[in-house]
């Protein structure tokens, strides 16, 4: 859940013969306003080759929602994957085994981690898919695995 307070600006200004600059300032507050993000954990299975992982092998839906209380579905809404990247490719999200990431796809392109992207309302949210990277030239290492980040979506 995020809580955003917009702030809403009108400015005005006002140049005198003295060479100085009066900017005057409207603001306006609205209401804080709930917001709700659910996305269902992503399962890779429990027998995957460690020689198949290639970024494209195995990619996996990421079944998502979004809702904010009183706002027009059509709003424009920012989307960001807050979470640390792997040191090899800024937008696959660190797994805890080494050199071992998930990538993470919208609309067929790939999202840089804790960068925000635009879209067009709760009723048009975009596709977002997953799969398994590996570093260049790495070797895996059999056994489980983790990963976790923040999905975030807020109006603007």
């Known amino acids: 859940m995020k809580k955003n307070f917009p702030l809403m600006l009108l400015i005005a200004s006002s140049y005198s013969q003295a060479g100085s600059l009066t900017l005057g300032l409207k603001a306006e507050v609205l209401e804080p306003v709930n917001c709700t993000v659910k996305a269902t954990p992503v399962h890779f299975g429990d027998r995957l080759a460690t020689t198949k992982i290639d970024g494209v092998y195995n990619k996996q839906k990421v079944t998502y929602t979004a809702e904010c209380d009183s706002v027009p579905p059509e709003l424009l809404l920012t989307l960001s994957v807050i979470g ?7 937008s696959a999200l660190q797994t805890s085994k080494e050199n071992l990431g998930v990538r993470l796809i919208v609309d067929g392109k790939k999202l840089v981690l804790n960068e925000s992207i635009k879209i067009k309302g709760f009723n048009n949210l975009p596709v977002m898919e997953a799969v398994l990277v590996k570093g260049a030239d790495a070797t895996l290492t059999e056994g489980e695995f983790s990963a976790s980040a923040a999905l975030q979506v807020a109006y603007e």
Do not use: D, G, V
């Open 84 to 90: 640390k990247a792997t040191s090899f490719e800024k």
